[in-house]
């Protein structure tokens, strides 16, 4: 509910009122032990549109191992299979969903990292 309320405001400009909204989601779904993953992967979307990339690579990397959790993903061994199936989101099984935002969130924490990074720099 939460995070379509901060979707609501991000549509109305109300950067603020969205982040905050945001937030909530997040923490609710971590208190009920939901899985947070796509709401961090939402939150450092918000934080790469505002050019805080240092707090976007936070949240992408708090939706990366969210999702390591759910994919029973361990250091050193690979993910062996990631195929797009040409399939439409509404039927992908729950583990291609969780693939999707794991390579979403990885290749957003490095996006963010090369602007902090060119930032840091200039």
């Not at 961090?40 to 990397?61: I, S």
Request: proline residues 2%.
């Amino acid at each position: 509910m939460c995070k379509n309320i901060a979707l609501y405001h991000q549509l109305q400009n109300d950067i603020p009122k969205a982040l905050d909204s945001l937030r909530q989601a997040i923490g609710f779904e971590k208190l009920l032990g939901d899985n947070s993953a796509n709401s961090c992967l939402t939150m450092a979307v918000f934080m790469t549109k505002q050019g805080r990339y240092g707090e976007a690579v936070d949240y992408a990397n708090q939706s990366i191992a969210e999702t390591e959790k759910l994919l029973d993903v361990h250091k050193g061994r690979p993910l062996t299979e990631l195929k797009y199936t040409g399939k439409v989101r509404e039927v992908l099984t729950e583990r291609e969903k969780h693939l999707t935002t794991y390579a979403v969130a990885n290749h957003l924490a490095g996006k963010a990292l090369l602007n902090l990074q060119y930032y840091n720099l200039a």
